[in-house]
């Protein structure tokens, strides 16, 4: 395989909408309410288990996802207006800074119940691997064609983007401190922007195809 044959383009729409939907640095917050109380050495085992746990739903949702929409009858085309329209709802939560609100709440629910595995409830579903970042799995999944390089991509994202959020996680005092409540709402929203964009383009890409153009 040749430099110039590797799907760059496709690698770049990838990452970016992973980690847009993701949104790593945007869940310390959430990451911080929810351990809260817990030992100091438990926190490293918690993010390990949440990022294993959204990673195995992510990529199961690129490699399966497809076949998922055909036994049920559903055509990619349709899914990726679907799957933009609901992108589009979670970017526009981002930019009036809605979704943090609901990050909290979930986070806080989970602490007064005492949930025992905080790792896949709240942090690894729905923070990590919620709707949208399950949507743009699939929907980069159909992208791919079935090219076997671009779906390597897309796991590779996937697993990038999970060490990424594990990094965050073990440095969630420390960032939480730094960036502060101010440059979380300023980087929210705009990340919130790009997302939006994004999920217009999943729009027209949907309708293109569907109308033959």
């Given at each position: 395989?040749?430099?110039t044959?590797?799907?760059?383009?496709?690698?770049?729409?990838a990452?970016?909408?992973?980690?847009?939907?993701?949104d790593?640095?945007?869940?310390?917050?959430?990451?911080?309410?929810?351990?809260?109380?817990?030992?100091?050495?438990?926190?490293?085992?918690?993010?390990?288990?949440?990022?294993?746990?959204?990673?195995?739903?992510?990529?199961?949702s690129?490699?399966?996802g497809?076949?998922?929409?055909h036994?049920?009858?559903?055509s990619?085309?349709?899914?990726?207006?679907?799957?933009?329209?609901?992108?589009?709802?979670?970017?526009?939560?981002?930019?009036?800074?809605?979704?943090?609100?609901?990050?909290?709440?979930?986070?806080?629910?989970?602490?007064?119940?005492?949930?025992?595995?905080?790792?896949?409830?709240?942090?690894?579903?729905?923070?990590?691997?919620?709707?949208?970042?399950?949507?743009?799995?699939?929907?980069?999944?159909?992208?791919?064609?079935?090219?076997?390089?671009?779906?390597?991509?897309?796991?590779?994202v996937?697993?990038?983007?999970?060490?990424?959020?594990?990094?965050?996680?073990?440095?969630a005092?420390?960032i939480?401190?730094?960036?502060?409540?101010?440059?979380?709402?300023?980087?929210?929203?705009?990340?919130?922007?790009?997302?939006?964009?994004?999920?217009?383009?999943?729009?027209?890409?949907?309708?293109?195809?569907t109308?033959?153009?």
């Amino acid at each position: 395989m040749t430099f110039t044959a590797i799907p760059f383009e496709f690698l770049v729409s990838a990452l970016v909408t992973i980690l847009v939907v993701v949104d790593p640095v945007g869940l310390v917050p959430a990451f911080l309410a929810v351990t809260h109380g817990l030992p100091e050495k438990s926190r490293p085992h918690v993010a390990v288990r949440a990022c294993l746990i959204a990673t195995a739903i992510l990529a199961g949702s690129a490699l399966i996802g497809n076949w998922l929409l055909h036994a049920l009858s559903i055509s990619l085309p349709a899914f990726r207006i679907a799957g933009g329209l609901l992108l589009f709802s979670i970017a526009s939560e981002m930019v009036f800074g809605v979704r943090v609100t609901r990050q909290t709440e979930a986070a806080e629910q989970a602490i007064e119940e005492r949930v025992r595995n905080i790792a896949a409830f709240p942090l690894a579903i729905p923070l990590m691997a919620g709707p949208g970042a399950i949507t743009a799995s699939v929907l980069l999944s159909g992208r791919s064609g079935g090219d076997p390089v671009k779906l390597a991509m897309l796991l590779a994202v996937i697993a990038a983007i999970m060490g990424l959020c594990l990094l965050v996680f073990l440095l969630a005092t420390r960032i939480g401190n730094l960036l502060g409540s101010t440059a979380n709402m300023v980087m929210s929203r705009l990340l919130g922007v790009l997302l939006a964009a994004l999920a217009v383009q999943f729009v027209i890409d949907g309708v293109k195809v569907t109308m033959g153009g």
